[in-house]
């Protein structure tokens, strides 16, 4: 696991479920879009008894910064009794969108805000195809696509 002064740092997709699964409460905060969720799919934590909230970090089709982030996540946050030394755990297609959203709700005063290096998806292959290398999909954890 990487640590960052501003977050608290990334960990990967197995250790993200162990955190899940391990420590209540802990979240899985997925901040891809709406088009993301819809097409390719998201984490499946009901074997955890849980759900990943979703809240876009940034807006399709347009990518603009979602302004409301902070407080949307803060709210469904606090309506699910966590609080600032919750777990909270954000993912998105390959970790980039996911660790800013970590970092501006370590500003917004949670203090365990980790990023899931790899994303859903991980990176492209040689093929140019994702969820095949790295990331939620590539380490067989659950998930569904609608």
Request: net charge negative.
């Amino acid at each position: 696991m990487y640590t960052n002064a501003t977050y608290a740092g990334d960990i990967g997709c197995h250790d993200a479920w162990d955190m899940l699964g391990n420590d209540h409460p802990a979240f899985l905060i997925d901040v891809r879009t709406r088009a993301e969720w819809a097409f390719v799919g998201v984490p499946l934590l009901t074997s955890l008894g849980s759900e990943p909230l979703l809240v876009e970090w940034q807006g399709y089709p347009n990518m603009e910064r979602n302004p409301g982030f902070c407080d949307s996540v803060s709210k469904a946050l606090t309506d699910k009794g966590a609080d600032a030394e919750t777990n909270l755990l954000f993912l998105c297609r390959s970790g980039a969108r996911s660790q800013s959203a970590a970092m501006a709700m370590t500003e917004a005063g949670f203090r365990n805000c980790y990023n899931v290096a790899g994303g859903f998806e991980g990176p492209a292959d040689k093929n140019g195809h994702r969820g095949t290398t790295d990331g939620w999909k590539a380490a067989g954890l659950p998930w569904a696509q609608s």
